[in-house]
Nanobody, 124 residues
């Protein structure tokens, strides 16, 4: 069974960058499309980006295009999310999950095998 673990979060100053990792165990990541989501206090979980299993196609929510970059290295069973020009509004718990279907659609209900998340706090 696929198990995902996020890491790389922390306290970051506005304007800074962070690289989040989503490491898989229990099953290979190579056959799954992987998405990144975030949830801020009092808000619904928000879809950010998705990458297809081969890494050939990536998708982004309009709100993060240009600042977020998703990538993967199937050789090490890991998907990454690079976030640049961080803003206080980016403060949230960031999650990765695997698509249940053979497509990337950034709706939480389309994903399973959720990790526990990694906290990103943007503050000076």
């Amino acid at each position: 069974q696929l198990r995902l673990v996020e890491s790389g979060g922390g306290l970051v100053q506005p304007g800074g960058s962070v690289r989040l990792s989503c490491a898989a165990s229990g099953s290979t990541l190579a056959s799954r499309h992987i998405g990144w989501f975030r949830q801020a206090p009092g808000k619904e979980r928000e879809g950010l980006s998705c990458i297809r299993s081969t890494g050939g196609s990536t998708f982004y929510a309009n709100t993060v295009k240009g600042r977020f970059a998703i990538s993967r290295d199937n050789a090490i069973n890991t998907v990454f999310l690079q976030i640049n020009s961080l803003k206080p509004d980016d403060t949230a718990v960031y999650y990765c999950a695997a698509s249940r279907f053979d497509y990337c659609a950034l709706t939480p209900g389309n994903f399973n095998s959720w990790g526990r998340g990694t906290q990103v706090t943007v503050s000076s």
